[in-house]
T-cell receptor, first 113, second 112 residues
Framework: GENVEQHPSTLSVQEGDSAVIKCTYS??????FPWYKQELGKGPQLIID?????GEKKDQRIAVTLNKTAKHFSLHITETQPEDSAVYFC????????????FGKGTMLLVSP | NAGVTQTPKFQVLKTGQSMTLQCAQD?????MSWYRQDPGMGLRLIHY???????DQGEVPNGYNVSRSTTEDFPLRLLSAAPSQTSVYFC???????????FGQGTRLTVV
């Protein structure tokens, strides 16, 4: 089955800095790559996703890049703010009817004022 | 619009007891899933369903049972609780594969 590795496990930045979280996946058939943000005591929430026919996608301060040849994708957060502090999960999924999401182990991001 | 509702939010069980974690969604989503979240392990899929009457196993199904009799509800049953099942459980729903999954607030289960 699919295996998703996520790094780093923790990331501390100063407010205003950029943060980058990287993930690799093992199954070349995967074609959907979402990122979820989980705040303390809450369920994960989708922040951005990318499909295999796109190399990069941006949404305000958040961007995701995908390199299918190398089988890795990354989350980029610019101009970080304290409210960006949370656990971030990457995931991968194949595009078949019964496909399921395989999640990375998560990155705890701490943005200090 | 309630989204995905999980009950209870907290539960303490004794080893060997059984219980059902409830999950309901009001978005008419076909896909529903159960995950467990353990420190340093991320989210691991327990069971999932692609529609009423259809369920399948995920990565860690042992000790859990599910059924899907309606589109709205997807309960997770612990048959005989073990300390290894101490975890935070999340239910999620989506319109289909490769679409946004909406998660509930979670159930924190402790087995003593």
């Amino acid at each position: 089955g699919e295996n998703v590795e996520q790094h780093p496990s923790t990331l501390s930045v100063q407010e205003g800095d950029s943060a980058v979280i990287k993930c690799t996946y093992s199954d070349s058939a995967s074609n959907y790559f979402p990122w979820y943000k989980q705040e303390l005591g809450k369920g994960p929430q989708l922040i951005i996703d990318i499909r295999s026919n796109v190399g990069e996608k941006k949404d305000q301060r958040i961007a995701v890049t995908l390199n299918k040849t190398a089988k890795h994708f990354s989350l980029h957060i610019t101009e970080t703010q304290p409210e960006d502090s949370a656990v971030y999960f990457c995931a991968a999924s194949m595009g078949s009817g019964y496909s399921t999401l395989t999640f990375g182990k998560g990155t705890m991001l701490l943005v200090s004022p | 619009n309630a989204g995905v509702t999980q009950t209870p939010k907290f539960q303490v069980l004794k080893t060997g007891q059984s219980m059902t974690l409830q999950c309901a969604q009001d978005m008419n989503h076909e896909y529903m899933s159960w995950y467990r979240q353990d420190p340093g392990m991320g989210l691991r899929l327990i069971h999932y369903s692609v529609g009423a009457g259809i369920t399948d196993q995920g990565e860690v199904p042992n000790g859990y049972n599910v059924s899907r009799s309606t589109t709205e509800d997807f309960p997770l049953r612990l048959l005989s609780a073990a300390p290894s099942q101490t975890s935070v459980y999340f239910c999620a729903s989506s319109t289909g594969y490769n679409t946004e999954a909406f998660f509930g607030q979670g159930t924190r289960l402790t087995v003593v």
